[in-house]
């Protein structure tokens, strides 16, 4: 009988164990593979990343590190994907904030209105088309895009004739990367509230168009900040007819759905990285691309090898995390482009001030700076935010680091992409 009870208690204690590994099977972590093939990982439905110093990350619970032992890999746990939210800032999911501090897709909205009734003078608010859901009728947003400048007649039109150069900056493309918005954010206060008192930015304004689009994916970020305090880690839109594979979510990638080499190196039929039935499939990705096209004319010629000219205008960042890298294009070829040395000499000034990693990164096809550097010649670059681990690392970073890591170090990057738009290609 004792024999019995042990086995018993001891039938149970296995139980409550696995019970235990079953629960902590469900937190989300990076894991490092070593020896992985980054395109075969995402062909397979996993959720990929870049780790530090080009290592390979996956995203995913126990569970997911179980299926990679399966094929053969030896995943390490790397970091966590959740970061501590300091006490009494539980945010308020739908109307202010979530994870600490992060806004909602309305409270960028709002902000956009506010700065454009505060700043008559400097703003103009345009609506350059339809998220994926509001096309299907089940709610979504418009995309939202803001010109900043010291208007004159003319000024802040939807034409690619403009007489001042254009800078544009474009974030949350990808909407898990929740830092990347908050930077735009800050990038438009910055600006506006500088003017007549920071003479850069006065400078600036007076003579420059700024762009900015801070919220490019506006149903992704709606399904992110659902999830409060644990925001769910959707990166793709919100389209949920396309293949899903094995993923952990659905929709299409954006940031493989440009127009410019689409469906090549770099994408997948499914998982995180699917490139859509088509390109430029998205609602967003065709707003975008319209709405670089009425910013910027075309100023090279039809050629992979054709440079844009030294007279070119116009500079175009998009905001992504993570990596600390400051990335120009091509992204479709390990070959340079035939501006290289211009977008390489740019971006070595830009990073004086984050202190990133200026590199081309050959394999990624359909993504939006190849897009407006290949159709249009503007200076364009990939920014990758933040450190692959710690408190401020990952795309899930506490709130706290936008203001004490992201923005100090970025907004000098800014600052210089603003002011080389007038000819990014002279030196």
């Known amino acids: 009988m004792k024999v019995w009870v042990g086995l018993v208690s001891a039938a149970l204690l296995l139980l409550g164990t696995n019970s235990a590994v079953a629960q902590r099977d469900t937190t989300p972590y990076f894991w490092q593979v070593p020896g992985a093939s980054e395109h075969v990982l995402e062909e397979a439905g996993f959720d990929v990343e870049h780790g530090d110093g080009g290592a390979v990350q996956v995203v995913g619970d126990r569970r997911v590190a179980d299926r990679l032992v399966a094929l053969g890999y030896q995943p390490k746990k790397f970091d966590t994907v959740y970061k501590p939210v300091p006490p009494g800032r539980t945010g308020d999911v739908g109307v202010q904030t979530y994870y600490g501090g992060y806004r ?121 900040a659902s999830g409060g305090n644990q925001p769910l880690m959707q990166r793709k839109n919100a389209n949920n007819t396309g293949a899903t594979c094995s993923a952990p979510s659905y929709g299409v990638d954006l940031n493989r759905n440009s127009s410019f080499k689409w469906g090549k190196a770099g994408t997948s039929r499914c998982g995180e990285t699917y490139q859509g039935p088509a390109a430029a499939s998205e609602p967003e990705t065709k707003a975008v691309e319209a709405w670089f096209k009425q910013l910027f004319p075309d100023q090279r010629g039809p050629g992979d090898t054709e440079p844009a000219p030294v007279t070119t205008k116009g500079v175009m960042i998009t905001v992504h995390s993570y990596g600390n890298l400051i990335m120009p294009p091509w992204g479709w070829t390990w070959n340079a482009n035939p501006n290289a040395s211009g977008l390489a000499a740019l971006g070595r000034k830009m990073a004086a001030y984050n202190g990133y990693t200026v590199k081309a990164e050959g394999d990624t096809t359909g993504t939006t700076d190849d897009f407006t550097y290949g159709n249009l010649g503007i200076a364009s670059y990939t920014f990758e935010i933040g450190s692959g681990s710690g408190t401020c690392g990952g795309f899930f970073p506490q709130y ?28």
């Open 104 to 224: 909602t897709v309305a409270e960028h909205h709002k902000h956009l209105t506010d700065v454009a009734a505060a700043y008559p003078a400097l703003t103009q608010v345009h609506d350059i088309g339809d998220s994926w859901r509001k096309t299907r009728g089940q709610g979504g947003h418009d995309i939202k895009a803001i010109c900043i400048t010291k208007k004159q007649a003319g000024d802040c039109a939807l034409n690619p004739d403009s007489t001042k150069p254009r800078f544009a900056l474009i974030a949350q493309l990808h909407a898990r990367e929740l830092a990347t918005g908050e930077l735009a954010w800050r990038w438009i206060d910055h600006v506006t509230k500088g003017y007549g008192t920071d003479a850069e930015v006065t400078s600036i304004l007076d003579t420059t168009e700024l762009w900015v689009v801070p919220i490019v994916n506006p149903d992704g970020v709606d399904i992110v």
């Open 400 to 427: 706290s680091c936008v203001d004490s890591l992201f923005w100090p170090k970025n907004k000098g990057a800014f600052l210089t992409a603003a002011k080389a738009a007038k000819a990014p290609y002279a030196g």
